[in-house]
C-alpha cells in the first residue's frame, strides 16, 4: 500500500495516471535579526488590538522575502524545478537590501502588512530569471504563465500578515534603524495550508555565487 502525505493532493493527469501535486515557491530566507525587528510590529500590533480578528499574522519562523509563486506543481517536476532555479542561483552574486518600513499593501483597502526594503536592480533580475527559468523548465502541455509586470517597478518585500475589513488603516511605526540584510541564499519552499495558516517547509536551498557583488 503506498502511503500518501497529507498535504499532497492527487490527480489524474491526461493519460489516466496518478501524480501528487504540492505548493511550490521559491523565496529568500532572512537572518534572525531582521525576523527578531519584524516581530516588534506584531507584537506591538497584538498589544494594541488584542484578539483582532481581522489580522492573520504570519508567524516569524515562515519570514521570506518572496522571488516566485509557482504554484501547484507535480511531484515528478521538482528536479526539474530545481535545476531551472540552480541554472539562475549558480550565476547570481549576493546581494545587499537596505530594509525601508513597513506598509499597508495596497494603501486603501489593504490586504497585507509588508515589510518592505528599498528598490535593488540585482534582486529585480533575479526575479525575474527566475520566473522566466522556472515557466521554461515546466512541461508545454502543463506550462502556466508566471506573471512579472513589467510596467510596475518589483519591490523586495515579507507579507509579515494578511488582513481584512481595514477600512481606516493606522499608522505603523517607523524603522529607526537602516538595516542591511545580506542575502546569500535562494530556496525553493512547499507551502501547506491548515487552519491555523500557512506552513512553510524548505524543500531544496541554493547557495548565490561566492563574489559579493552590492547592487542598490
Known amino acids: 500500500m503506498r502511503i500518501i502525505p497529507r498535504n499532497a493532493v492527487l490527480i489524474h493527469n491526461a493519460s489516466g495516471t496518478r501524480d501528487m501535486k504540492r505548493r511550490l515557491f521559491v523565496g529568500l530566507p532572512v537572518s534572525r535579526a531582521l525576523a527578531d525587528m519584524c516581530a516588534v510590529l506584531r507584537n506591538r500590533t497584538t498589544d494594541t488590538h488584542p484578539e483582532d480578528q481581522r489580522f492573520r499574522w504570519i508567524e516569524p519562523e515562515n519570514y521570506h522575502i518572496t522571488v516566485c509563486f509557482i504554484g501547484w506543481a507535480q511531484l515528478r517536476w521538482i528536479p526539474i524545478l530545481n535545476k531551472a ?7 547570481t552574486h549576493p546581494l545587499t537590501l537596505l530594509f525601508h518600513g513597513f506598509s499597508w499593501v495596497p494603501d486603501k483597502n489593504p490586504r497585507m502588512i509588508w515589510a518592505t526594503f528599498r528598490n535593488n536592480s540585482g534582486y ?41 475589513n481595514i477600512r481606516e488603516p493606522f499608522e505603523l511605526p517607523a524603522s529607526k534603524d537602516i538595516m542591511q540584510e545580506s542575502v546569500r541564499l535562494c530556496n525553493l519552499y512547499e507551502s501547506r495550508l491548515t487552519s491555523g495558516g500557512a506552513v512553510y517547509t524548505t524543500l531544496k536551498q ?8 552590492r547592487v542598490q
Open 124 to 164: 529585480e533580475t533575479l526575479v525575474t530569471r527566475i520566473a522566466t527559468s522556472v515557466e521554461g523548465s515546466i512541461p508545454e502541455n502543463t506550462r502556466r504563465h508566471i506573471r512579472i509586470q513589467k510596467d510596475v517597478q518589483i519591490i523586495p518585500h515579507i507579507t509579515l500578515a494578511r488582513v481584512k
Open 206 to 213: 541554493y547557495m548565490l555565487s561566492e563574489t559579493v557583488v
Open 85 to 91: 532555479i540552480r541554472k539562475v542561483t549558480d550565476v
